[in-house]
């Protein structure tokens, strides 16, 4: 079972306001992610991390930036929010592996975001 | 083209009914293969997981791996309502780095 956590959960939040998506997992995974989803529509990459003070864009251009200071946290922030930034973030982590279970992505709960 | 193709649905069927799921894809590189269920409003969770090809049966679930024609499906059998939701496929290649390639979801929708 994948221990993989976010908070918060729902936020909504003015234009401009600055806003920190957190994402913690108790796995020890080495490889964490996040991805953007609208309603309905397909997961994106936006940010990928595969360990300690290692982070790289993803497939989807954001205006987000990412921390990994630690392994079991990876935060997501958003220095101005702007309402195209309204969507469901989604955190995930993996283990390291050479083939197994090791290659799939375990996802958090997701955090909707609102911005008016 | 999209590397991972999947019908997004409606797919609505009587509870009781065998579902049948599937993706196509481009890159035959691709050598690990996934279904992920998304309930609305919730992340995705691990549904099946294979390699390569072939078939592999969980419960109620089985996922099918044709790579030679580069398709690959899940079957749920005697479906329940509690079985709405979207499923996603998700695969990648042997070097990849865990970096996983979606399809779009499959929406389904069981009906007591």
Not at chain 1, 52 to 59: A, F, H, L, P, R
Not at chain 2, 51 to 74: C, H, L, M, P, W
């Amino acid at each position: 079972e994948a221990d993989i956590y976010q908070t918060p959960r729902y936020l909504v939040i003015g234009t401009g306001k600055k806003i920190t998506l957190e994402c913690s997992q108790t796995m020890g995974h080495d490889k964490m992610y996040w991805y953007q989803q609208d309603p309905g529509m397909e997961l994106h990459l936006i940010h990928y991390s595969y360990g300690v003070n290692s982070t790289e864009k993803g497939d989807l251009s954001s205006e987000s930036t990412v921390s990994r200071i630690r392994t079991e946290h990876f935060p997501l922030t958003l220095e101005s929010a702007r309402p195209s930034h309204t969507s469901q973030y989604l955190c995930a982590s993996s283990e390291s592996g050479r083939g197994g279970r090791g290659e799939t992505q375990y996802f958090g709960p997701g955090t909707r975001l609102l911005v008016l | 083209q999209k590397e991972v193709e999947q019908d997004p649905g409606p797919l609505s069927v009587p509870e009781g009914a065998i579902v049948s799921l599937n993706c196509t894809y481009s890159n035959s590189a691709f050598q690990y293969f996934m279904w992920y269920r998304q309930y609305s409003r919730k992340g995705p969770e691990l549904l099946m997981y294979t390699y390569s090809s072939g078939n592999k049966e969980d419960g109620r679930f089985t996922a099918q791996v044709d790579k030679s024609s580069k398709y690959i499906s899940v079957f749920i059998r005697d479906s329940q309502p509690s079985d709405s939701a979207t499923y996603l496929c998700a695969m990648n290649r042997n070097n990849a780095g865990n970096m996983l390639t979606f399809g779009g979801g499959t929406r389904l929708m069981v009906k007591p």
